[in-house]
Antibody
Framework: QVQLQESGPGLVKPSQTLSLTCTVS??????????WGWIRQPPGKGLEWIGR???????DYNPSLKSRVIITLDTSKNQFSLRLRSATAADTAVYYC????????????????????WGQGTTVIVSS | DIQMTQSPSSVSASVGDRITIACRAS??????LAWYQQKPGKAPKLLIY???SLQSGVPSRFSGSGSGTRFTLTISSLQPEDFATYYC??????????FGGGTKVEIK
């Protein structure tokens, strides 16, 4: 059974870098064909996609965050990480790491297989 | 960005009711759509992928339909454990992947 677990500071000062790590168990990120990504949820609000990465080197970021965000893989530790620089109060949220199963093509169209495994989420507060 | 508009934003219903949640995309997304259920303090759970395929382990009372720009999630007979918030997500365009605003299903 695949499990994901977020870790990192729960409190970040404004203008500093928010850094989180997701540890994957039950699957090898280096041998799988999935995307590994981050999604966040501000208090009382909906879900916001941050970005994702796969083993082929494909990295997709939300354009609204692209100038501040980096997602990386560490296959030796079976982990992936999020770094969001120049944090502000607007970055206060529950951060989820997740496994995205990606796509399948068929004649005339394309399926999306969904985000099927999520971490439990970690709360990050940006405050002085 | 592809905008995903869910309706209604909330619905009050009773155990045993049939409810339908709509999700409209601002442009054609084929079947690049998933539905999630989220309970308070918990991570979202995948219910439906590829617009109409039931995720393994999800009860058959959940079903999804649609393609292009209009999609629906139906719960055929609402159970106590189904009271939650539901989100649709498009993945046709990765700039960015986007979620609907959510539909909260509450007990009448």
């Amino acid at each position: 059974q695949v499990q994901l677990q977020e870790s990192g500071p729960g409190l970040v000062k404004p203008s500093q870098t928010l850094s989180l790590t997701c540890t994957v168990s039950g699957d090898s990120i280096s041998s799988s064909t999935y995307y590994w990504g981050w999604i966040r949820q501000p208090p009382g609000k909906g879900l916001e996609w941050i970005g994702r990465i796969d083993m082929s080197g494909t990295i997709d970021y939300n354009p609204s965050l692209k100038s501040r965000v980096i997602i990386t893989l560490d296959t030796s530790k079976n982990q992936f990480s999020l770094r969001l620089r120049s944090a502000t109060a607007a970055d206060t949220a529950v951060y989820y790491c997740a496994r995205d199963r990606g796509y399948g093509d068929y004649p005339g169209g394309r399926h999306f297989y969904g985000v099927d495994v999520w971490g439990q989420g970690t709360t990050v507060i940006v405050s002085s | 960005d592809i905008q995903m508009t869910q309706s209604p934003s909330s619905v009050s219903a009773s155990v045993g009711d049939r409810i339908t949640i709509a999700c409209r995309a601002s442009q054609d997304i084929s079947t690049c759509l998933a539905w999630y259920q989220q309970k308070p303090g918990k991570a979202p759970k995948l219910l439906i992928y590829a617009a109409s395929s039931l995720q393994s382990g999800v009860p058959s009372r959940f079903s999804g339909s649609g393609s292009g720009t209009r999609f629906t999630l139906t719960i055929s007979s609402l159970q106590p454990e189904d009271f939650a918030t539901y989100y649709c997500q498009q993945a046709h365009s990765v700039s960015p992947l986007t979620f609907g605003g959510g539909t909260k299903v509450e007990i009448k």
